[in-house]
């Protein structure tokens, strides 16, 4: 698959004193959603900024398709849409009067021009509201709107920097849900900056977690959940004494004759024992829950409950950006 966009070595001085990107490297799949996580500061607005040629890296190389976003910029523009993290609409019109004033600024021609913005609501679910004022619509439809208007050209690369934040989590799923269609319609490559890791993991296709200027991970979310540390089976023994008068050592050579079993299997990385808990470190859970259990039976050994937690993707932010995000 071509790559829609490509990142080499990318850094941005501010001042000459901020470093905001520190060597970039990415490349970002065509037709593909791509979610650049990072937490605030990290240089997420600035590296959209340069790709999206408002402003120029200090060194390195960056391309939407085959266009430098430096050298190409006029190309570029024709290519992408892009909805800032601010609020880019006029709330004192309609939205159907903000599209038409984005479809002139575009240079979309008059005769394109009513089908272009009918399409772009119809694509954000907004002709019930098009022609009511700006002022009445909700954080959600604002964003919407917003979105819509970047899509007038029907960009081959839209780049939406936090496209859902502040919004309650009705309106983030409507907002996905419009996009998502939109994409699929279109083959549009999606990137958005975003510090909500649910969002990154329920929408995108690839990740990229980015701290201080630098990409310090990249994959697809399982992947980088993957990566981090295994799941972690608990299983409640129950009591086992027997009745042989030495319940206790009875019960303690059942549960390592267990442990030295259950370490063998394939996909077990660890097992520990600690008050009646047996903790198992697995690849898969599903997998190799059934065969434990097996072991604990023939080891005569009953249980009380079963735990299961897997990483999420918070837990691989906390490990790479260093810190977990609280603002969202
Ligand atoms: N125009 C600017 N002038 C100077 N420093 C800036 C400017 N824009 C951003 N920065 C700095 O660059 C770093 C990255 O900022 P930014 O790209 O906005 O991060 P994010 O979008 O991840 O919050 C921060 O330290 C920020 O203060
Ligand atoms: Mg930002």
Same mark, same amino acid.
């Given at each position: @698959?071509?790559?829609?966009?490509?990142?080499?070595?990318?850094?941005?001085?501010?001042?000459?004193?901020?470093?905001?990107?520190? #060597?970039?490297?990415?490349? /970002?799949?065509?037709?593909? =959603?791509?979610?650049?996580?990072?937490?605030?500061?990290? #240089?997420?607005?600035?590296?959209?900024?340069?790709?999206?040629?408002?402003? !120029? *890296?200090?060194?390195?190389?960056?391309?939407?398709?085959?266009?430098?976003?430096?050298?190409?910029?006029?190309?570029?523009?024709?290519?992408?849409?892009?909805?800032?993290?601010?609020?880019?609409?006029?709330?004192?019109?309609?939205?159907?009067?903000?599209?038409?004033?984005?479809?002139?600024?575009?240079? /979309?021609?008059?005769?394109?021009?009513?089908?272009?913005?009918?399409?772009?609501?119809?694509?954000?679910?907004?002709?019930?509201?098009?022609?009511?004022?700006?002022?009445?619509?909700? #954080?959600?439809?604002?964003?919407?709107?917003? =979105?819509?208007?970047?899509?007038?050209?029907?960009?081959?690369?839209?780049?939406?920097?936090? *496209?859902?934040?502040?919004?309650?989590?009705?309106?983030?799923?409507?907002?996905?849900?419009?996009?998502?269609?939109?994409?699929?319609?279109?083959?549009?490559?999606?990137?958005?900056?975003?510090?909500?890791?649910?969002?990154?993991?329920?929408?995108?296709?690839?990740?990229?977690?980015?701290?201080?200027?630098? =990409?310090?991970?990249?994959?697809?979310? %399982?992947?980088?959940?993957? %990566?981090? !540390?295994?799941?972690?089976?608990?299983?409640?023994?129950?009591?086992?004494?027997?009745?042989?008068? !030495? *319940?206790?050592?009875?019960?303690?050579?059942?549960?390592?004759?267990?442990?030295?079993?259950?370490?063998?299997?394939?996909?077990?990385?660890?097992? /520990?024992? !600690? &008050?009646?808990?047996?903790?198992?470190?697995?690849?898969?859970?599903?997998?190799?829950?059934?065969?434990?259990?097996?072991?604990?039976?023939?080891?005569?050994? %009953?249980?009380?409950?079963?735990?299961?937690?897997?990483?999420?993707? &918070?837990?691989?932010?906390?490990?790479?950006?260093? @810190?977990?995000?609280?603002?969202?």
């Amino acid at each position: @698959m071509e790559s829609a966009i490509d990142i080499k070595q990318l850094t941005k001085v501010y001042d000459g004193k901020v470093s905001a990107l520190d #060597g970039v490297d990415l490349t /970002v799949k065509e037709a593909s =959603i791509f979610a650049l996580l990072g937490p605030n500061g990290s #240089g997420k607005t600035t590296l959209m900024r340069i790709l999206t040629t408002q402003i !120029h *890296p200090t060194t390195g190389l960056a391309r939407a398709f085959i266009y430098d976003v430096v050298k190409d910029d006029d190309e570029v523009r024709k290519i992408i849409g892009y909805v800032p993290q601010e609020m880019s609409v006029w709330t004192d019109i309609t939205g159907y009067e903000n599209l038409l004033i984005y479809a002139k600024i575009y240079g /979309v021609s008059s005769n394109r021009r009513t089908k272009a913005i009918w399409d772009a609501l119809q694509n954000m679910g907004l002709e019930d509201v098009a022609n009511g004022s700006v002022k009445k619509y909700s #954080g959600g439809m604002i964003r919407r709107l917003e =979105i819509a208007c970047a899509l007038l050209i029907k960009p081959k690369i839209l780049f939406l920097d936090e *496209p859902t934040l502040g919004l309650d989590p009705s309106a983030r799923k409507a907002v996905w849900e419009s996009l998502r269609s939109f994409k699929k319609e279109y083959g549009t490559t999606v990137f958005f900056n975003t510090h909500y890791m649910d969002e990154a993991d329920l929408y995108s296709d690839e990740v990229a977690i980015i701290n201080r200027g630098k =990409i310090v991970k990249t994959g697809t979310a %399982s992947e980088l959940k993957r %990566s981090l !540390h295994s799941e972690i089976i608990s299983f409640r023994l129950a009591d086992n004494g027997s009745k042989s008068g !030495h *319940p206790a050592a009875a019960s303690l050579k059942r549960e390592s004759d267990a442990l030295k079993k259950i370490r063998t299997l394939n996909l077990v990385e660890d097992a /520990v024992v !600690h &008050d009646s808990i047996m903790d198992v470190a697995v690849e898969n859970g599903e997998v190799a829950m059934p065969l434990i259990i097996d072991v604990l039976r023939s080891e005569g050994i %009953s249980l009380e409950w079963i735990r299961s937690s897997k990483p999420t993707l &918070d837990d691989v932010f906390l490990k790479y950006a260093g @810190m977990r995000d609280r603002s969202g």
